[in-house]
């Protein structure tokens, strides 16, 4: 599967955005998929993941309450609604599918999608 995130953009402290990450090649629901992100100087971290059916998801502690994963199977596309944005929430954004379970490695990887927020 070949994936393709975007939606990021400049916002200001306390406003929303929603990344979208659309999936192209084999079955989307075959695969688990998580958002990550890495900030200048900062190691690559798990934002949030989702279940090959939807069903489940797991979040940092970091965005848990502000921030929402989703999937449309049937649109092979994966969102991820940031609500409450801190400057501290300022990165790249990676989407990323597995074949095997939510803690997997994951080894498709889309281009990422700057989010910049500003206080």
């Known amino acids: 599967v070949q994936l393709q995130a975007c939606g990021g953009g400049l916002v200001q402290a306390g406003g929303s955005l929603r990344l979208s990450c659309a999936a192209s090649?084999?079955?989307?629901?075959?695969?688990?998929m998580a958002w990550f992100r890495q900030a200048p100087g900062r190691e690559r971290e798990s934002v949030g993941r989702?279940?090959?059916?939807?069903?489940?998801?797991f979040y940092a502690a970091s965005v848990k309450g502000r921030f929402t994963i989703s999937r449309d199977n049937a649109k092979n596309t994966l969102y991820l609604q940031m609500n409450s944005l801190k400057p501290e929430d300022t990165a790249v954004y990676f989407c990323a599918a597995t074949q095997g379970d939510l803690w997997s490695d994951y080894a498709i990887w889309g281009q990422g999608t700057q989010v910049t927020v500003s206080s």
């Open positions: 989702i279940t090959k059916s939807g069903g489940n998801s």
């Open positions: 090649g084999r079955r989307f629901s075959d695969y688990a």
